[in-house]
């Protein structure tokens, strides 16, 4: 079994907003199937599938970001899972907008969802896909700024940065994480003012 978990908000109020794009990736793996990812069985939304001959759980936790981990540990324990079966994809608030980078293992880089996962597996060892927010306007807070929405211009950009998610996410479902970033990463060589594996470190509380 695989598991791929969007991070994100509950509730209608963050529907598209910048720190629910692990939230959208879900839904865009949801229409690839054709499921809707429901229920709420450890704490989460979820829903499986057989893609080429791996079992696939998507996984949406219904906790707030920050307490991502109360339903990710419990479903990992429950089907006896190793940390190499998980996918989290969320935000990252230092990557330019609409930039993917995979990652196998690391710090949570200041994504409160991803270091709670993170601290409840008891290991750093969990692939991550950060999806680039941008970073907020001069004078604009950083927890107003991932809990809004995206500008029209911007909304193509993030479109196509999701449907690149899902797409990459199932690469690594099938064919592991160093296929995943090889698709995922094309660039060798970073911006140096990028901060590595470096996300929004606000404390939403959301």
Same mark, same amino acid.
């Given at each position: ?22 939230? $959208? !990736? @879900?839904?865009? %793996? =949801? ?20 893609f080429r001959e791996t079992r696939l759980l998507l996984v949406a936790p219904q ?30 608030l230092n990557l330019p907008l609409g930039r993917l980078r995979l990652r196998q ?10 270091? $709670? !996962? @993170?601290?409840? %597996? =008891? ?84």
């Amino acid at each position: 079994m695989k598991v791929i978990v969007g991070l994100g908000n509950p509730g209608s109020r963050y529907q598209r907003t910048r720190h629910n794009v692990g939230f $959208d !990736v @879900l839904e865009e %793996l =949801g229409r690839h199937f054709g499921i809707v990812p429901a229920g709420n069985r450890f704490n989460a939304r979820t829903g499986e599938v057989t893609f080429r001959e791996t079992r696939l759980l998507l996984v949406a936790p219904q906790t707030f970001m920050n307490n991502s981990g109360q339903a990710v540990g419990p479903l990992v324990d429950f089907y006896k899972l190793q940390p190499d079966q998980v996918l989290v994809v969320c935000d990252d608030l230092n990557l330019p907008l609409g930039r993917l980078r995979l990652r196998q293992q690391g710090s949570a880089g200041g994504q409160k969802g991803l270091a $709670d !996962v @993170l601290r409840r %597996l =008891g290991t750093s060892e969990v692939a991550r896909l950060r999806i680039g927010i941008g970073q907020p306007p001069p004078r604009f807070e950083a927890t107003n700024f991932v809990l809004s929405r995206f500008s029209a211009d911007e909304r193509p950009v993030i479109e196509t940065a999701v449907a690149d998610a899902a797409q990459g996410a199932l690469v690594w479902a099938e064919l592991g994480p160093d296929a995943a970033m090889n698709q995922l990463n094309p660039n060798p060589n970073p911006d140096p003012a990028e901060k590595p594996d470096a996300a929004d470190g606000m404390a939403d509380g959301e």
